[in-house]
């Protein structure tokens, strides 16, 4: 139901896009948010953003260097990444909630798309 896309390797310090969309559906009075799973490490929090983009949270491991955003017209929910590090590796998935504003938690959020790597490595 969601479709993540943008990762890839990039260096230490470099930047990446990811995005989400929904085909077909419409999230536009739900919460979305990110997640990211390392390997060998549980899926943790990294943001999330209200239905209507005017509430945003972020992990600490993040803040100031991510920014969450959505495109209601355009059904897309963006991760901008910036000052990466080797340690944000891993597989970012896009959630959406079952309401409109997010929690860190991931059982709050009920719809999941497949996950885009992500490497950070030189």
Known sequence: Q???SGGGLVQPGGS???SCVAPGRTFSNNAMAWFRQ???KEREFVAHISWGGGTTNYAD???GRFTISRDIGKNTVYLQMSSL???DTGVYYCAAARRPYGTRESADFGFWGQGTQVTVSS
């Open 61 to 63: 491991s993040v803040k």
């Open 16 to 18: 990446l896009r990811l």
């Open 2 to 4: 969601l479709q993540a």
């Open 85 to 87: 590090r080797p340690e």
């Open 38 to 40: 390392a390997p060998g």
